[in-house]
């Protein structure tokens, strides 16, 4: 599906995001993938803050 496919990129264009386990970037995928569709960049740039900072405090990076 196209989900499974944005999921399997997605460390590919944010380097951070490989710190995420599948069930992660699966959602991660379809949050981002809504906030394109919705035409909404302030949505789009709240999913990848939110994200990148749930990877960082995966990989250490980034305390809570």
Sequence with gaps: TA???LAAVLPTAFPWAS???DDH???FAK???EAVVA???E???RVLED???VAE???GTRTT
């Design 39 to 41: 035409e909404s960049p």
């Design 51 to 53: 994200w990148q900072a």
């Design 43 to 45: 949505r789009v740039e």
């Design 3 to 5: 989900g499974s496919v």
């Design 31 to 33: 949050e981002l993938r």
């Design 19 to 21: 710190s995420l386990p």
């Design 25 to 27: 970037l699966r959602a």
């Design 57 to 59: 405090v995966r990989a």
